[in-house]
């Protein structure tokens, strides 16, 4: 058995003058603005995609996204579809999920954010783990501005 990790990160800027709502996860958060991006901005599978493309060696996000949003895609769980497929035979092990932002509160929804997760990659709910901090305020993130997301992705192949 050969394993690998990936790492991704991604962040993007509220949108104070859009009406979009904002997806985290795949999970509307009612009554929130939403974030800046020509997607429906969901930064968690973004930076999931990335640490996914980490281990492939093939972007997704980027050229790839562009032409389906101009096609009119902007759910990126359909991004997340592209970036699975370059997983060919290696499994998820584990997917670990780091949040910093001052809002929204990330742990009322923890949970539905990982089952949504497990379900959209095929794994197993536990396999999933998502950790919420304001940094203590001293980014943008934590001062309110945005949202950052790292994930760390461990795969294994069994062949
Ligand atoms: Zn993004």
Redesign the pocket.
Known sequence: MKIKTGIGQ???AFDNNGNKPLILGGIVFDNHKGLK?N?D???II?ALINAIASVTGKNI?GKKTDKLCKQGITDSSEYLKLALIDLDKWVIEHIAIAVECLNPKIIPKKHLIESKIANLVNTDINNVAITATTGEGLTSFGKGDGIQVFVIITVANYE
Do not use: N, P, W
Request: avoid cysteine; glycine fraction near 10%.
């Open positions: 991604d962040s993007h991006a997607s901005g969901d930064v973004h996000l």
